[in-house]
């Protein structure tokens, strides 16, 4: 059974900076691209950034600049590092993973439980 796990979220002040992480377990044959999204009570989830396998990025215009996503293959983790945070970043953040479950042939979207970030003085 195929689980991600976010990490990393928490209170900070504006200004401030988190490192989210978000790791896949289980039976995993392989995984194709990796993201974050984000949403706000009775708001839609939003797109923050997204990363292939190969390292290619994928981010929503106002973060450019702010927040840098990456990954590592070899642990099945994406991270999303968070710089010069404002309080409209507050948000629970989720990540996903197209992914393989080993033995099988097909690809599903996989999706976190979710972290909270608040930023707050």
């Known amino acids: 059974q195929v689980r991600l796990v976010e990490s990393g979220g928490g209170l900070v002040q504006p200004g401030g900076s988190l490192r989210l992480a978000c790791t896949a377990s289980?039976?995993?044959?392989?995984?194709?691209?990796m993201g974050w999204y984000r949403q706000t009570p009775g708001t839609q989830r939003k797109l923050v950034a997204t990363?292939?396998?190969?390292?290619?990025?994928n981010y929503a215009d106002s973060l450019k600049g702010r927040f840098t996503i990456s990954r590592d293959n070899a642990k099945n983790t994406v991270y999303l590092q968070t710089n010069s945070l404002k309080p409209e970043d507050t948000a629970v953040y989720y990540c996903?993973?197209?992914?393989?479950?080993?033995?099988?042939?097909?690809?599903?979207?996989?999706w976190g439980q979710g972290t909270q970030v608040t930023v707050s003085s």
């Open positions: 996903n993973a197209d992914l393989r479950p080993g033995g099988n042939f097909y690809y599903t979207v996989y």
């Open positions: 289980g039976s995993i044959g392989s995984i194709r691209g």
């Open positions: 990363i292939t396998y190969g390292g290619s990025t």
